[in-house]
């Protein structure tokens, strides 16, 4: 399964982004192999629509699923309609998230978790 | 017989709650009893204020709506033009003929709608707000109502404007700030009051006013109210910068009580009716 983490850094071992629409990285790649992959998102300063532009790269890019810290309603409404699973709440190293990944350990979650705009200026 | 005008002049300020609302209000009132025509018109539409100091006889009121695009999925082909000319990110293509639309970010451009190869896009009405039209004893009453939770208060505040009548002096009360709402309420104006008080905010806040109506190239002169307090440096300020205080409120305590009840300060107060009535002679010259 492909998959796609909100990053601070381009490695694994960086931390997981708190921000999805905001986010600096998405490391994207396969669970299976752990060939991933970063983006630099040029989203993060964006005056608006961040967070639907930001699922609509990670929908471009093939992901089934996100693994981020927040998610708001637009960017959540958006990775919906493109069939993408999100997983709000993790925290740690981006290898610590696929792991809790590929555990099972992690739960989808049932909508956004934060208002629009949580992720500015942070 | 009361004497036809065809001015508009706008109450602004940079700073929230200088008193605008307060010379506004006085100023139409002061205009009508000098028996000329005058509409008054809230434009601070995100939360209007006006009507409860001049506590009009609403006559008719009127729903705003804007066009939002809606798409018919079984006409797009999925080429993503939509979603590329949108610079609001209101419209979006995802994979295949998956078009999402997010009404609230629309800024009603049409580009959407044009680009289109497939005519898949058409225009739906939203509402936005209302307009409320009234009488306040002779002064005709106009003020915006956006619908809370909705962001587009440039499209209604022109939708108000659009009644400004030409046989009336027209007293348009502007929303604070110097953003979007303030350049859509004082384009086109005669003249600007910038209302603004004696202390460092208010000097702050009126410096980015000017900006904003000199940028416009519109006529403005300034009004600080609770003259007395704080410092001398907006005065300072207007006097480097060629400015022209056209009028000054005192600090009167017996003002903010009379506001306090929603009455109007020159019936609970007599003595600063005359302020009021210079101050229309002098913006309408």
Do not use: W
């Not at chain 1, 999805?20 to 964006?46: H, T």
């Not at chain 2, 006889?57 to 999925?78: M, R, S, Y």
């Not at chain 2, 000017?210 to 416009?216: A, C, I, S, Y």
């Amino acid at each position: 399964m492909k998959i796609a983490i909100t990053s601070r850094g381009e490695t694994l071992d960086s931390e997981v982004d708190p921000r999805f629409g905001r986010a600096e990285y998405f490391l994207i790649g396969e669970l299976e192999s752990m060939d991933f992959r970063a983006i630099e998102n040029k989203n993060v300063n964006a005056a608006g629509g961040a967070g639907i532009n930001s699922a609509k790269v990670v929908i471009d890019a093939g992901a089934e699923a996100v693994l981020t810290g927040n998610c708001g309603p637009n960017a959540e409404r958006t990775l919906s309609a493109g069939g993408v699973r999100l997983y709000t709440g993790v925290k740690g190293t981006a290898a610590e998230a696929v792991e809790l990944c590929k555990g099972g350990k992690l739960t989808e979650a049932g909508g956004p978790n934060v208002e629009s705009h949580s992720g500015m200026n942070k | 017989m009361r004497t036809s005008d065809n001015i508009v002049v706008a109450i602004a300020s940079g700073k929230g709650g200088t008193g605008k609302t307060t010379i506004a209000t006085n100023l139409a009132h002061v205009a009508a009893g000098m028996g000329r025509k005058v509409q008054y018109l809230d434009c601070d539409v995100e939360e209007p204020n006006g009507h409860i100091f001049l506590k009009p006889n609403i006559e008719k009121t009127q729903a705003v709506t804007v066009d939002v695009p809606e798409v018919d999925l079984k006409k797009c082909t999925g080429c993503g033009k939509c979603g590329e000319i949108c610079r609001y990110s209101a419209i979006i293509h995802l994979k295949d003929n998956h078009v999402l639309t997010f009404e609230q970010l629309c800024h009603s451009c049409g580009g959407c709608l044009r680009v289109c190869p497939a005519e898949a896009i058409k225009p739906k009405p939203l509402d936005i707000g209302d307009i409320e039209f009234g009488k306040s004893g002779d002064i005709d009453f106009v003020h915006g109502r956006l619908r809370i939770g909705y962001v587009r208060t440039p499209s209604l505040i022109k939708e108000v404007k659009s009644h400004i009548k030409d046989d009336s002096l027209a007293i348009i009360d502007v929303p604070p700030g110097t953003s979007c709402p303030v350049v859509e309420a004082v384009k086109g104006t005669d003249f600007v009051l910038l209302v603004t008080e004696p202390t460092p905010f208010g000097l702050n806040d009126l410096k980015l006013a000017v900006g904003l109506v000199r940028d416009m190239n519109l006529p403005f002169a300034v009004a600080i109210n609770r003259y007395g307090v704080g410092d001398k440096e907006v005065e300072r300020y207007c006097e480097a910068q060629n400015i022209e205080i056209c009028f000054k409120l005192p600090d009167d305590r017996r003002i903010a009580e009379s506001y306090s009840t929603g009455d109007m300060i020159v019936d609970s107060l007599p003595e600063y009716e005359k302020g009021f009535t210079d101050l229309i002679e002098a913006m309408t010259v």
